[in-house]
Antibody, heavy 116, light 106 residues
């Protein structure tokens, strides 16, 4: 079955770079797109970015200067790197797989806290 | 980007009652999608293509709408339905979400 699992550091210092990994199973990254969505504690959902099945990427315009999404198809992993982190980036980061235009499968999420 | 405005922000309903959550888009969208989220859990896909129920979603839920106005309705609400519901569109990039409606049980 389709599974996604996020992993990452949990705590990041301000101005540092966040690196997250999404490990997927049950489907191929070469035929499915994976997206990152984040949710500040107690708040709503925000699309972060997408790596399409062909390897192209799209990013939220407010994050594009700090964001890189990549993948290793042989390891079934998708990576998120976000630089210059600020406290406003504190959130649960989810990786998701879409089906047409909706987020049909979600990982459990990983909480990232930006704090010194 | 298309802004989605959900109302109400919070709603309290009694078991057995009927609940309607509204999602209004700043521009017309082709379809609306809905998610249910409970505390400490990931959002669950709930309704897709405006009115189709995701696998496992009880038939007391329904979705409707067109253009810029959409709604999620629960007929005969149950205590297990207490959660936050989010709408989402991807008729244009970026995909956007509503701010959520918290459904509480009276």
């Amino acid at each position: 079955q389709v599974q996604l699992k996020e992993s990452g550091p949990g705590l990041v210092q301000p101005s540092q770079t966040l690196s997250l990994t999404c490990t997927v199973s049950g489907f191929s990254l070469t035929t499915n797109s994976v997206h990152w969505v984040r949710q500040p504690p107690g708040e709503g959902l925000e699309w972060v970015g997408t790596i399409w099945s062909g390897g192209n990427t799209d990013y939220n315009s407010v994050l594009t200067s700090r964001l890189t999404i990549s993948r290793d198809t042989s390891k079934s992993q998708v990576f998120l790197e976000m630089s210059s982190l600020q406290t406003e980036d504190t959130a649960i980061y989810f990786c998701t797989r879409s089906f047409r235009n909706w987020f049909a499968y979600w990982g459990q999420g990983t909480l990232v806290t930006v704090s010194s | 980007e298309i802004v989605l405005t959900q109302s109400p922000t919070t709603i309290t309903a009694s078991p057995g009652g009927k609940v309607t959550i509204t999602c209004r888009a700043s521009s017309s969208v082709s379809y609306m999608y809905w998610y249910q989220q409970k505390p400490g859990a990931s959002p669950k896909p709930w309704i897709y293509d405006t009115s189709k129920l995701a696998s496992g979603v009880p038939s007391r839920f329904s979705g409707s709408g067109s253009g810029a106005s959409y709604s999620l309705t629960i007929n005969t609400m149950e205590t297990v339905d207490a959660a936050t519901y989010f709408c989402q569109q991807w008729s244009s990039t970026p995909p956007t979400f509503g701010s959520g409606t918290k459904l509480e049980i009276k």
